[in-house]
């Protein structure tokens, strides 16, 4: 089916989108730039998409979801996970100071990159690696992202997290059920929420990909 854009936004308020900055950074990304063309008629919809490497792009619910849960300001340095197509990452350059982003598959994130590139985005910067290592020498970040399934808490990641600071991620198995988690970071402790039920691809350990 196709949708407008208008009916994306509408879609997504009924659904418990309300942060206005979210809900305008989505309608300003067109998320067409950053999908194949088969499937571009398509990008207006709430479903996943389809990207390189048998990847995929979130839905834009989600993508919206665990944007408003990270409570963004320009002045906040986020961490990402699973940079994919670069969709979610530009988002969430909207919405903070700096975003730093990790993929394992050096093809998207070269092709990631050159959209930012296009798209005059300069507070963006790509790495090639093992997410789930973090980016030790840009440590402490504000917020960390992570857009593919952990079985449980990457340790690693929440070292890597400011005191009083927000991860979002999916955890669970792959093939399951996975649960959206919001963690807040509390001195040496944390505390933990289930948002909703989720389907992500696995975030992969020690694999890195041409
Ligand atoms: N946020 C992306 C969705 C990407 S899907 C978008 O908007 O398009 C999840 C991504 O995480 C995939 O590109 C996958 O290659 C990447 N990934 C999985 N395990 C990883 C790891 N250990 N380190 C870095 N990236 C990883």
New binding site residues.
């Given amino acids: 089916m196709k949708n407008s854009k208008e009916e994306l936004m509408q879609e997504l308020k009924a659904n418990g989108i309300v942060d206005t900055k979210v809900l305008d950074s989505i309608k300003l990304v067109p998320r067409s730039f950053?999908v194949e063309n088969s499937i571009k008629s398509r990008s207006n919809s709430n479903i996943a998409l389809p990207?390189e490497?048998g990847?995929?792009?979130?839905q834009p619910l989600i993508?919206a979801f665990m944007t408003q849960n990270l409570l963004l300001n320009k002045r906040l340095r986020v961490l990402e996970?699973?940079?994919?197509?670069?969709?979610?990452t530009v988002i969430l350059s909207k919405l903070s100071r700096f975003v730093y982003t990790?993929?394992?598959?050096l093809f998207?994130k070269k092709k990631a990159e050159e959209k930012f590139r296009k798209l005059n985005i300069t507070n963006i910067f790509c790495k090639h690696g093992?997410?789930?290592l973090g980016w030790y020498d840009q440590a402490p970040f504000d917020r960390i992202m992570i857009?593919?399934a952990a079985p449980e808490i990457p340790m690693l990641l929440l070292d890597q997290l400011k005191d009083e600071g927000v991860m979002i991620i999916p955890i669970g198995e792959e093939n399951d059920v996975q649960y959206l988690t919001l963690i807040k970071k509390k001195g040496k402790s944390f505390s933990k929420k289930n948002l909703m039920k989720v389907r992500f691809?696995p975030?992969?350990?020690g694999k890195i990909n041409k």
């Fill in positions: 950053f990207i490497c990847q995929t792009i979130s993508v996970i699973g940079t994919g197509s670069g969709y979610q990790i993929e394992r598959y998207l093992d997410g789930g857009t593919a691809v975030l992969l350990e």
